[in-house]
């Protein structure tokens, strides 16, 4: 099967003003300016199979958005090269921009003083959807997010999470093949959260749509994503399972355990993380799990033992902080 | 005493902030030029056709804009950007930061916001109104400088007022943006003397939008047409009305902390 | 074709619908914008008086009419702002509708053509009110009444393609409010919003008739209020319609441009 996103050494460099401080270099700053050039994405490539739902990870300003505002047709790549369904985005063609979809967590496209159903309607005739065909889906999102009580309401009067759901809807009336998805969920609660990832999840499945989705919250990645690629600086980090991301970054397991009498020191077996009470936190060495165990339980009295793979945030976390050390 | 204090600190942070933006100086000078030249413009067409309009005649009325440009400058300046923050953090709910500051919240968004460059509009307007005075042969009078003075303040004061009562209805009715530009578009009655205006718009300028107030009456000081009577009338309506804005601030205010705990 | 027809009545529709809930916000903006009319008149009819009646031919009852029409001319007048194409592109918006298979232009068109549909409707009972304080002198005929019809809807589509031209000025620099100043000063005079071009100098008049302003804006009023010869009238409708034509190829080349400057640098 062909890839329906194709970049290869995708790159957008920005000419930025510098400024520096103080009043005088402001003023200065009037007649004569001075640039840098700054890399916000810097030679990525990667193909997207038709189907995939992807997450797109990185710290603020890897370069996530300004790539999907290039993959959405809203930026020219300074060079290097992206295809979606073999169109050029960049020329925003109406055709292309009928098979897709942007949906930015932060951006609202319904009108802010009318229930939801009026800005639907809209959605209907910019898309040329036909009308029978628009009930029908509009219908069977209202019915899948719930939404049946809120759509004749002002979407003003509504809830954060409410009004991202009715936004996912409108921006999805169209049945886009592909989504672009720019933290859809931020800010919103862990319930709201769970029910915009069932959506995207059956959505996926229902239209067979590719997703490329960004988010801060490693819940959403976790639940809907099975590949991920990771950005850093404008580059490539990562790009595959997401079991193999933690494979591959995370040396180390969590061991806890709960002692039945206080232990002066416990830095033979791991390095401590956190002691609460009895309640004890270590990190190990993968490789050296199996061993540690043993020597907990053989020479200390312990219950309660658990060991854990390390939270995925954290192995995120870890990925960029070592990474940043190595650019410095 | 130490809300002047909090008064004068954020006046210099305004200042401050303005100076970073001096660009915006530039426009201002330009806008200041523009709104002088339509405005002298507008005159020399009605004088063109007439040597007196209402009893004013054509140096009378450069007087008269130049208090209309001096007292606009003044409202832009230091009182339309105060209210129109309040307005816009009524709307969006974030009052509550400016409420929680220890000081008497009406004084607080009163000072808020400063816009420096507005002193352009006050300076032209000075020019034009000296360039007026020598028109006329006006002769140095202390009694008439205090008049025009303590009318020029009381005139700023009512205006303030008036914003404030406009702008604390925000509390009710949600959107109120439009606002400013109804005072923009009564103000700018008071180009000219409000006695050429009928008499139901004569009230409405003088009573409902202090205009005639905060324009007519210190010209008039000016021009020798200012009666005690008027003065009085004057002080005790801007006594009046800072003290209703003040009322239905309170009232709004208590509304607005029972609507959004 | 059809397309297109199908989205104007959607947005229109979307326009009254929203602006629907906002009677009173509408009409004190109305009334703001009322003032300034009302001053003209005010001020031009004292001097009419003044003069034994009448000034450059206008009487007071003429002036009346002029500056009510006026009002409405004007409600016409109010498109998208060049400000608020600074807003638009600084919040993303923009971005937002470059999404969309539609030329976000014809959401601005369509969605203030819905606006003043209300506005019209709001306008009438101000009308009325004007009217009896004022007691205008206006006796269209059925052919003025026609064009002025059409004449209003050109003023509004020439003021949009004007005012969209300087709005795109801020893709290129957002240090523009200065010429916006100098385009609404230019316009103030040269339009006959200030007061009816008859009263301006010859040259004001001869300048005039080479800007879109007074197609804008006098023409409309004048086609009501004065005593046009249809082939005048015609004529005017004609201009109007050039504007309107060379306006729009004008921003849609401009747009080209605009828009491949804003892909390169961000949305």
Redesign the interface.
Known sequence: MSSVISISKLAKH?QVPEREAG?KA??KG?FKRTYKTVKAVDGISFEIQPGEVVGFLGPNGAGKT?TL?ML?????PTSGGVSVLDYEP?K?S??Y??Q???V?GN?N?L?W??PAL??F??Q?????IPADDFKRTRDEFIEMLDLKDLVQKPVRNLSLGERMKMEIVGALLHKPKILFLDEPTLGLDVTMQKRIRTFIAEYNKRYDATVLLTSHYMADVEALCRRVIVIHHGRLLFDGDLSKLVEKFSAFKTVGFTLSNPVADLSQYGEVVSVDGLRVTMRVPKEKTSAVTTRLLNELVVDDLTVEAIPIEDVIESVFSVQKEAME | MQGFRLAFSYLRIGIMNE??Y??NLYIQILQTFIALATGLIGLNLVFAQTSELGGWNKAELLAVMGVFTITGGVIRAAVQPNMERLMEEIREGTLDYALTKPADAQLFISVREFRLWQMVDVLTGFVVLVVALIQLNWLVDLWSVLGFLSALVMGAVMVYCFWLIITSTAFWFVRVHEIANLFEGLYAAGRWPVDIYPNWLRYGLTFLVPVAFAVTVPAEALTGRLTLQTWLVALGLTVALFIISRVIWRIGLRNYSGASA | MK?YI??Y???M??AV??QW??PIANYFYMIGMIAEPVIYMVVWSTVATQQGGMVGGYTPGAFAAYYIVWTLVRNMNVVFTPYGWEWRIRQ??L??S?????HPLHYDVSYFAGWKIIVIILWIPLAFALSFFFKPDLHPTLIQGAVFFFAIWFAYLIRTMTLSLLGMVTFWTTRVSALFELYFAAELVLSGRLVPLSLMPDWVQRLAWFFPFRWAFGFPIESLVGNMATNDLLLGLGMQLAWIISGAVAVSLIWKVAI?RF?????
Do not use: C
């Open positions: 920005y009043l402001a003023a009037l300004t505002k959405s047709g809203l930026l020219y960049s925003r109406h055709d921009l009928r897709i979809t942007l930015m951006r496209q009108s003083d009318l009026d800005s309607d809209l209907r005739a910019i898309y040329s | 100076f970073q001096r660009a | 397309r199908d989205f009545l959607s947005s529709k979307l619908l929203e809930q906002y993303g918006q971005s937002m470059l999404m969309r298979p539609i491949r892909s390169a640098v961000g949305g």
